[in-house]
């Protein structure tokens, strides 16, 4: 069983970093590819970033790239994404998953609940 709970969004200012976190209480963390997705009203799901299971390869959208840094600590169980930069178009929530190497959201079984990040000044 995979139960991911993220942590870190909130408000800043454009120009301003986040790290957000996500947590997986369940036994199997190591074993999957974990990812950061956004959403917007009105919008699909948005990939951000993904991690390979032994944190050896990672993936960017293209506008965040050079700016976010996907990591993972199999040992603790937590993926985190550091987010530097932000600008407006950075706002949604965002959704921590766990699946197999891909950029669509179908591929990801096991969601978190979600967290606001809000860039504004």
């Known amino acids: 069983q995979v139960q991911l709970v993220e942590s870190g969004g909130g408000l800043v200012q454009p120009g301003g970093s986040l790290r957000l976190s996500c947590t997986d209480s369940?036994?199997?963390?190591?074993?999957?590819?974990k990812a950061w997705f956004r959403q917007v009203p009105g919008k699909e799901r948005e990939f951000v970033a993904r991690?390979?299971?032994?944190?050896?390869?990672?993936r960017y959208l293209d506008s965040v790239r050079g700016r976010f840094t996907i990591s993972r600590d199999n040992a603790e169980d937590t993926v985190l994404l550091q987010m530097n930069s932000l600008n407006s178009d950075d706002t949604g929530v965002y959704y921590c998953?766990?699946?197999?190497?891909?950029?669509?959201?179908?591929?990801?079984?096991?969601w978190g609940q979600g967290t606001q990040v809000t860039v504004s000044s």
């Open positions: 998953a766990a699946g197999t190497w891909s950029s669509d959201a179908k591929e990801y079984k096991y």
């Open positions: 369940g036994r199997a963390f190591s074993l999957f590819t």
């Open positions: 991690i390979s299971p032994n944190g050896n390869s990672a």
